[in-house]
């Protein structure tokens, strides 16, 4: 069975910060690799994805995220974090190949200090 | 921009009582899926549905829980006799048949079993 850990429940940082988020995964085989951000009061959006090809995967909002296979982690990161980047991070992933459902990390919170 | 809509936002219910949270998932795509997020807590997946059928369920989803497509565009949750553990946000999400499709999900219904 597929299981994620985020290790920082809560992160505060101040604008300009710069922001890594940590992901690890465990699973047998190949995996599709996502995080997703909830905004308060908001629904699930996709920030960024990963398939195959490039590990190091760019995505909206000035946010990237690079998948290192070695240390199944998928570690999420942005160079000057702004106010409005407060929000819930979760990384998911599913197994590749299928239409299987996405397992979720118990997210992070993270707060932005104007 | 396409999008997952679900009704109502927000629904109160008395303990025992049968609740139907609804959605209407882009109208192109054949995966569907629900998820829970109790508050504080990491989204788990209950049950993914394809080609008129539960293709896979968690251990969460048990007889108190239904799934249906009535007709061709909405997809619903039936809660069988709340309880006050089933409070949580209920997303709904849709993804497409074609290629290695992320999920997109919907606003959330707040539950609140009282």
């Known amino acids: 069975a597929q299981s994620v850990s985020q290790h920082n429940h809560h992160v505060i940082l101040s604008e300009a910060a710069s922001l890594e988020l940590g992901c690890n995964y465990s699973?047998?085989?190949?995996?599709?690799l996502f995080w997703y951000v909830q905004y308060p009061g908001q629904h699930l959006q996709l920030l960024l994805k990963?398939?195959?090809?490039?590990?190091l995967v760019k995505g909206i909002k000035g946010f990237e995220a690079e998948f290192i296979k070695s240390k199944f982690s998928f570690n999420l990161r942005k160079p000057s974090v702004q106010w409005s980047d407060t929000a819930e991070y979760f990384c998911?992933?599913?197994?590749?190949?299928?239409?299987?459902?996405?397992?979720f990390g118990s997210g992070t919170q993270l707060t932005v200090l104007p | 921009e396409p999008e997952v809509t679900q009704t109502p936002s927000h629904q109160v219910t008395q303990m025992g009582q049968e609740v139907i949270l609804r959605c209407v998932p882009i109208?192109?795509?054949?995966?569907f899926y629900w998820y829970r997020q109790i508050l504080g807590q990491k989204v788990e997946f209950l049950v993914s549905?394809?080609?008129?059928?539960?293709?896979?369920k968690s251990e969460i989803f048990d007889d108190q829980f239904s799934v249906e497509r009535p007709d061709g565009s909405n997809f619903t949750l039936k809660i069988r006799s709340t309880k006050l553990e089933d409070s949580a946000m209920y997303f709904c999400?849709?993804?497409?048949?074609?290629?290695?499709?992320?999920?997109?999900f919907g606003q959330g219904t707040r539950l609140t079993v009282v």
């Open positions: 549905f394809y080609n008129n059928e539960i293709s896979e």
């Open positions: 999400a849709s993804r497409s048949d074609r290629g290695p499709a992320e999920a997109f």
């Open positions: 990963y398939f195959s090809g490039d590990p």
């Open positions: 699973y047998g085989g190949t995996v599709n």
């Open positions: 998911a992933v599913n197994a590749r190949g299928s239409a299987r459902q996405l397992t």
């Open positions: 109208s192109n795509h054949l995966y």
